[in-house]
T-cell receptor, first 116, second 113 residues
Framework: GAGVSQSPSNKVTEKGKDVELRCDPI?????LYWYRQSLGQGLEFLIY????????KSGLPSDRFSAERTGGSVSTLTIQRTQQEDSAVYLC??????????????FGEGSRLTVL | QKEVEQDPGPLSVPEGAIVSLNCTYS??????FMWYRQYSRKGPELLMY????GNKEDGRFTAQVDKSSKYISLFIRDSQPSDSATYLC?????????????FGKGTKLSVIP
């Protein structure tokens, strides 16, 4: 497909389990972003990858969260020892160039995580 | 205080009405402003972006920025049921690379046929 692809679309897990969320950006897009959208809280920046540069992890809420991007393409967001407050929609976006100020972000449909 | 504030609504209007969606921001360093539209269970999509003060028009949509009052508006003319969505204003975050967008919480709009 031509858009950003995320999987799984829905994930229900038990508190304390680890989860992995996957993002396949638009081909040729060098920048990749993860955001979290919680009910009533809006979108919250998590992490940014640009090409082969070190990622900006400043938005990750705790050390239980990590992300990697392999080969400058697919990215995986991992949440260890999930907590109920981790329940949210995790959105991935990509852009042709880095810099949200001038480049359009293309979002996937998100992975909806529910922690019981 | 959140850097971008937006009334969450919900806002319900009849088809054909003019809709006004508004945001305020606190940081005068913000230069770019975007409006994203998000349909239910979908990711946000860019609707419009503006760089300077004044108006920018695109079809039925007009984005307005007033930097003196730190106020951003999106107007929708002749609203249609297909405009029913959540509208998010955003700007690149201050004190960080321009790649971090700070979003408002979004205003949920329903256009009733």
């Amino acid at each position: 497909g031509a858009g950003v692809s995320q999987s799984p679309s829905n994930k229900v897990t038990e508190k304390g389990k680890d989860v992995e969320l996957r993002c396949d950006p638009i081909s040729g897009h060098t920048a990749l972003y993860w955001y979290r959208q919680s009910l009533g809280q809006g979108l919250e920046f998590l992490i940014y990858f640009q090409g082969n540069s070190a990622p900006d992890k400043s938005g990750l809420p705790s050390d239980r969260f990590s992300a990697e991007r392999t080969g400058g393409s697919v990215s995986t967001l991992t949440i260890q020892r999930t907590q109920q407050e981790d329940s949210a929609v995790y959105l991935c976006a990509s852009s042709l160039v880095g810099g949200a100020g001038t480049g359009e972000l293309f979002f996937g449909e998100g992975s909806r995580l529910t922690v019981l | 205080q959140k850097e971008v504030e937006q009334d969450p609504g919900p806002l319900s209007v009849p088809e054909g009405a003019i809709v006004s969606l508004n945001c305020t921001y606190s940081n005068s360093a913000f230069q770019y402003f975007m409006w994203y539209r998000q349909y239910s269970r979908k990711g946000p999509e860019l609707l419009m972006y503006t760089y300077s003060s004044g108006n920018k028009e695109d079809g039925r949509f007009t984005a307005q920025v007033d930097k003196s009052s730190k106020y951003i508006s999106l107007f929708i003319r002749d609203s249609q049921p297909s405009d029913s969505a959540t509208y998010l204003c955003a700007s690149p975050a201050s004190g960080a690379g321009s790649y971090q967008l700070t979003f408002g919480k979004g205003t949920k709009l329903s256009v009733i046929p």
